[in-house]
């Protein structure tokens, strides 16, 4: 079991929007270089920061989402009065929900608590190097077992469980339709993600 | 050919190399537009081969290969008319798209028995082979390692090998602890890369059974590796919690270590310290059946007398109480419906306690030790 990436992210003003693009991150750490090949990698980190945006986007307040798909799960968390503020995790499907459930809890309320909001708009200005060592830290779900044991706080929240990223989308849309009319993916992502998905070996997973 | 050659080439100079979905299209905006390397992407010694270029170079590499005169090569004279450089361009890519191609392996062996290509450098090779997914699955590749391992063992003395080693041929190899150390690296690095890859630890479970033999014999550095071995298999459990095969190997050491120890308490603290591990891991995540046979495994070491083999039931809160708490707690955790979590435990504990009360006789009376037949490893 694995954490693969971190993030806090943070949702734009305009509430109906959908472009990805305007879902910006605040604050990242991943595990990528252990986890796909060199030339791989910068497609591989667009693609999950990609994933968690579109997630992010389609997230109520108070609500959390996990979805698991190609081989990895994305877990989204978005508190309440969080002032737009998303804590999303990257995991491989074994590692335990609740822990994924109680890491994005602590990631989100000890930003929120840490970083000034006047800073939020100028990522320059965002020191929050705990997410570094909560990356490394929650690799071990047991080195985290008191959250595992905590149920109370986190009970509150509703969790909704997909089976594919386009299970989270809205009637209509579809994900080749998105990653394609994406801003915030590089060309290169893009011809990525439609050849590994024409050989069938899903986009993230090698 | 032209591709043949490049791609064998810059194998040479690579520090990784990664097989990439699509073709070198697909790829151009990385390799940049002046690509002197294409249809491949080598950047800073990472090398990346689309997998339709490497289909097309190895449809090359071996249409050549087979049109080779090896039967020069394999008699003992050792001369062909094949220049050995060519040779090993060819098999070098043969084996990156097919590392099953037992005639390509064999050719290498045969360039390694004429001294024409050092052990080292084919070690090395293969290690490269072996970070691909696909490859590092392939028994062929694993079981050419072990050849080589022998080989460099061999060095010095003259006696023929044979083109294949078996397992117990391998065994009783005394290789140092360093070997054996870069060996279990190896596993590690491939079973991240392809999960549950069964060769991979069988290749690992040979080491570790060469190492323990050494280890008997009163090597200081072999029973040290063990003990690392053992550090570094618990921290796999904890990050790997369905993985068979790591708890088999973790025995593997554990009776090594075991048939190494010299004081009843030394031995008593590993069997305690095991049965600690398999009952934490348990109880963070009681629904994994891994998990439950590791701890069934654990108790029954446990309650063995290293120095008799026989058993004796444990005092005061065994093991028992452990699986009647966590059937209980699942039964009265959920609130209306049962998750399929609960059920999942609820079922598990009910094995366990079902398996060991046709084992274990309640009321501390020595019992002989039974066969662990009835464990699926």
């Given at each position: ?69 190609a081989g990895y799960k994305m877990h989204v968390l978005r508190p309440v009065d969080g002032k737009r503020i998303v804590g999303a995790a990257v995991t491989d499907p074994e590692y335990p929900d ?109 | ?28 905006e990385i390799a940049g537009p002046d690509n002197e390397h294409a249809p491949f992407v080598f950047i800073d010694g990472n090398l990346g081969i689309p997998e339709k270029d490497l289909f097309k ?40 798209a097919n590392s099953a191609h037992q005639t390509a392996l064999n050719v290498q062996k045969t360039l390694v028995l004429n001294g024409r290509r050092t052990c080292q450098d084919e070690l090395k ?253």
């Amino acid at each position: 079991m694995k954490v693969i990436a971190l993030y806090v992210l943070r949702l734009p003003e305009d509430k109906e929007t959908k472009d990805d693009s305007k879902v910006e991150i605040l604050c990242e750490a991943d595990d990528a270089d252990n986890e796909v090949g060199y030339i791989k990698r910068s497609a591989f980190r667009d693609f999950m920061k990609f994933s968690t945006r579109t997630i992010a986007l389609r997230t109520d307040e108070g609500g959390m989402q996990m979805v698991e798909d190609a081989g990895y799960k994305m877990h989204v968390l978005r508190p309440v009065d969080g002032k737009r503020i998303v804590g999303a995790a990257v995991t491989d499907p074994e590692y335990p929900d609740r822990v994924a459930q109680g890491l994005l809890s602590k990631l989100t309320k000890d930003f929120l608590e840490e970083v000034p909001e006047e800073n939020f708009g100028n990522r320059a200005k965002i020191t929050f190097p705990a997410i570094h060592s909560m990356l490394r830290k929650y690799q071990d779900p047991k080195e985290a077992d008191p959250i595992m044991k905590v149920q109370k706080d986190l009970d509150e929240t509703k969790i909704i469980l997909h089976k594919t990223i386009e299970s989270v989308l809205d009637r209509g849309e579809k994900l080749d339709n998105l990653v394609d009319r994406s801003n915030a993916l590089s060309s290169q992502t893009k011809m990525f993600y439609k050849t590994a998905k024409k050989q069938n070996s899903c986009c993230v997973v090698m | 050919m032209e591709g043949v050659h490049k791609l064998a080439r810059l194998l040479e100079a690579a520090t990784s190399v990664e097989l990439l979905p699509g073709d070198a299209a697909a790829w151009a905006e990385i390799a940049g537009p002046d690509n002197e390397h294409a249809p491949f992407v080598f950047i800073d010694g990472n090398l990346g081969i689309p997998e339709k270029d490497l289909f097309k170079v190895y449809y090359v590499a071996s249409k050549a290969f087979s049109k080779l005169p090896l039967r020069s090569l394999f008699e003992a004279s050792g001369t062909s008319n094949a220049s050995e450089a060519g040779l090993l361009e060819l098999t070098s890519v043969i084996l990156l798209a097919n590392s099953a191609h037992q005639t390509a392996l064999n050719v290498q062996k045969t360039l390694v028995l004429n001294g024409r290509r050092t052990c080292q450098d084919e070690l090395k090779f293969t290690a490269t082979v072996l970070t691909l997914k696909q490859s590092s699955k392939v028994s062929m590749l694993w079981h050419h390692r072990r050849w080589l391992l022998l080989r460099q063992n061999l060095d010095g003395e003259t006696q023929a090998l044979p083109l294949s080693v078996t397992d117990i041929d391998f065994v009783t190899l005394k290789l140092p602890s360093k070997i054996l150390a870069d060996e279990l690296q190896v596993c590690s690095s491939a079973c991240e890369t392809y999960p549950r890859n069964y060769y991979a630890w069988f290749h690992r479970y040979l080491c570790l059974r060469c190492c323990a033999t050494r280890a008997a014999s009163d090597s200081a550095e072999h029973a040290s590796l063990l003990e690392q071995e053992k550090n570094e298999l618990k921290r796999w459990i904890n990050l790997h919690v369905s993985d068979h095969s790591a708890v088999h190997c973790l025995f593997v050491v554990i009776e090594a270590l075991l048939a190494v120890l010299t004081t009843f308490s030394d031995a008593e603290a590993l069997v305690m310290e095991i049965r600690d591990h398999a009952l934490q891991l348990l109880q963070s995540y009681p629904s994994h059946e891994n998990l439950w046979l590791y701890f069934r495994r654990a108790f029954e070491q446990w309650v063995t007398n290293p120095a008799t083999g026989r058993v004796s039931i444990p005092p005061a809160r065994t093991a028992e109480d452990e699986a009647k708490i966590l059937m209980n707690t699942h039964k009265r955790s959920s609130v209306g419906k049962r998750s399929d979590e609960d059920k999942l435990v609820v079922d598990h504990a009910r094995c366990y306690l079902t398996w060991k009360g046709g084992k274990w006789k309640s009321g501390g009376s020595d019992t002989p030790r039974s066969l662990t037949g009835g464990d699926r490893m």
